[in-house]
Structure formats: C-alpha cells, structure tokens
C-alpha cells in the first residue's frame, strides 16, 4: 500500500504559479512510476505528466510542456508538479498516482495508488 497526499492547490490569476506537492508513505517509492492527473466535472480525467521516480525517464502532455515541470524531494519522499504561466483551462482537481513498478505510462488504469487530490482554480 501506498499512501499518496496532495497539496498545494488553490486560486490563482492566469500567468500565476503553483507548485503541487504529492507525500508519499507506506513503503519505499524509489521504484516507482508517478503520475499526475487532472479532472474536471463533466469530463474524463486527463493525463498530465508521468515520470519515473528518479525522473530519468519523464513524459508531459502536450498542453503542458514548457510550463510545467516535474521534481522531487527524497529526502521527504515528495514530488512536486511546478506550474507556471497557468491559463484557465489548467482549472482542475489534480491527483497524483503511484504504480511500483513498471515503465512510465500516460494512461490513468496503470496505476494503483491515488490521492484524494487537490483544487486548482485559474481565473482569467
């Protein structure tokens, strides 16, 4: 079992910044794969960015790149979604996933572990 903790969310302007972070617990996460997710009502959940845990091996979507970036802490055994130059439509509840062991994947059923997940709010 792996327990996943969002924060970091909340309401910001368009062009602002928020960095997410994801603590993990319950076992070792350095083989890891992670994902982050968003979701808004109405609408499927979306793929954000996955990455290794070492994030030697990192995949973003396409409407993030270049503005968001993925990192992590090990020491406090934390990732972290930075995002800048947010727009509008970033608004979303963003999950971060953990799988603990495979390769890095977009799609949300690889992964077994989520998070209840955190409110991003971008006003135009």
């Known amino acids: 079992q792996v327990d996943l903790v969002e924060s970091g969310g909340g309401l910001v302007q368009a062009g602002d910044s928020l960095r997410l972070s994801c603590a993990a617990s319950?076992?070792?996460?350095?083989?890891?794969?992670i994902g982050w997710f968003r979701q808004v009502p109405g609408k499927e959940r979306e793929f954000v960015v996955a990455?290794?845990?070492?994030?030697?091996?990192?995949n973003y979507a396409d409407s993030v790149k270049g503005r968001f970036t993925f990192s992590r802490d090990n020491a406090k055994n934390t990732v972290y979604l930075q995002m800048n130059s947010l727009k509008p439509e970033d608004t979303a509840v963003y999950y971060c996933?953990?799988?603990?062991?495979?390769?890095?994947?977009?799609?949300?059923?690889?992964?077994?572990?989520w998070g209840q997940g955190t409110q991003v709010t971008v006003s135009s």
């Open positions: 990455s290794s845990w070492s994030g030697g091996s990192t």
């Open positions: 996933a953990a799988r603990k062991s495979g390769l890095v994947r977009t799609s949300e059923s690889w992964y077994d572990y």
């Open positions: 319950g076992g070792t996460i350095s083989s890891c794969v």
